[in-house]
């Protein structure tokens, strides 16, 4: 049996009017961890959040020896170019949504992390730092500026820019983990949130196959007022609120056939997501929801 959890009894709810969310079970899913066993989403009927069940206290364990896909390998060849091409992608348009560039950034739960490793190449008069769980950086960002973190205390107030892409859904209690990220901000500062949209175009098509499902390592699936109100309620201001494509369909292509991710299902991603754009777009229900806040 999936237990109750116990943030979810007490989240308020977004349109709920300060009444907690009405949750009903919605599916179970494969542990892709190997580490939880029973694994599975209730959602909220009313502003649409789901939480991953059972509850996690910690979920560092899942992490380690970053073994997860959260980490892209420490390789060369054909697929990690063209993952360096879709990272470095998404650091221009960022810098683009901002109008102007930083002088300190942080990447917090910076994974592998070729989006900061983007950012370092595109930003050299600026200081941009990566931090995530583990005590020394990953391979793409040998050199570069890192720290864990557990240090994060140390560092509040340090940056005029702070993104957390597909950092908000690793954590049972999201609210929480918003206002240490946005501790870290300078007064002023901007944060940019980017997760998977629960009410994506594909979910209902691929099912359990969509590739931000994840369990258990997603442990809460954003709507957009769940994500909007979370943002208002750690004391933002939002300014930006954006549709984005991200490519999923490789890996969801591999779900469904039950096979891991590989470079032939990389392909396939790339050949579809014209596809996969193309229905976003015409829906309106994009497969990732990115927003740019300000702090008081």
């Given at each position: 049996m999936i237990h109750r959890h116990p943030v979810a009894d007490v989240r308020p709810c977004a349109v709920g009017d300060g009444a907690p969310c009405s949750f009903e079970p919605m599916r179970r899913f494969a542990d892709k961890s190997g580490k939880v066993g029973e694994v599975g989403v209730i959602r909220c009927t009313r502003c649409g959040i789901g939480v991953s069940m059972p509850p996690l206290a910690d979920v560092a364990f899942l992490y380690e020896g970053r073994a997860s896909q959260d980490f892209q390998p420490d390789a060369r060849g054909l697929a990690h170019r063209i993952k360096d091409i879709a990272f470095?992608?998404?650091?221009?348009?960022?810098?683009?949504?901002?109008?102007?560039?930083?002088?300190?950034?942080?990447?917090?739960?910076?994974?592998?992390?070729?989006?900061t490793r983007g950012l370092v190449d595109m930003l050299p008069a600026a200081e941009v730092t990566g931090a995530d769980f583990h005590d020394a950086p990953p391979a793409e960002l040998a050199g570069r500026r890192y720290f864990p973190i557990g240090d994060a205390p140390e560092h509040t107030g340090a940056f005029d820019l702070v993104s957390a892409f597909h950092v908000l859904e690793h954590d049972d209690d999201p609210?929480?983990?918003?206002?240490?990220?946005?501790?870290?901000?300078?007064?002023?500062?901007?944060?940019?949130?980017?997760?998977?949209?629960?009410?994506?175009f594909w979910t209902g098509l691929l099912g359990e196959a969509w590739d931000a499902w994840y369990l258990p390592f997603h442990r809460t699936h954003f709507s957009r007022p769940a994500l909007r109100a979370l943002v208002e309620r750690a004391g933002l201001t939002i300014e930006q609120d954006l549709d984005i494509c991200v490519p999923t369909m490789g890996r969801s292509i591999a779900n469904a056939f039950g096979r891991p991710n590989s470079l032939l299902f990389l392909l396939a991603g790339v050949a579809l997501h014209p596809l996969q754009w193309l229905g976003e777009k015409l829906s309106g229900r994009p497969s990732a929801i990115r927003i740019v806040a300000r702090k008081a």
């Open positions: 470095r992608r998404q650091a221009r348009t960022l810098l683009r949504q901002l109008g102007g560039a930083p002088r300190a950034a942080l990447d917090f739960g910076c994974g592998s992390r070729q989006v609210q929480a983990l918003l206002g240490r990220i946005a501790a870290l901000a300078a007064p002023g500062g901007t944060i940019v949130l980017e997760v998977p949209n629960i009410d994506c």
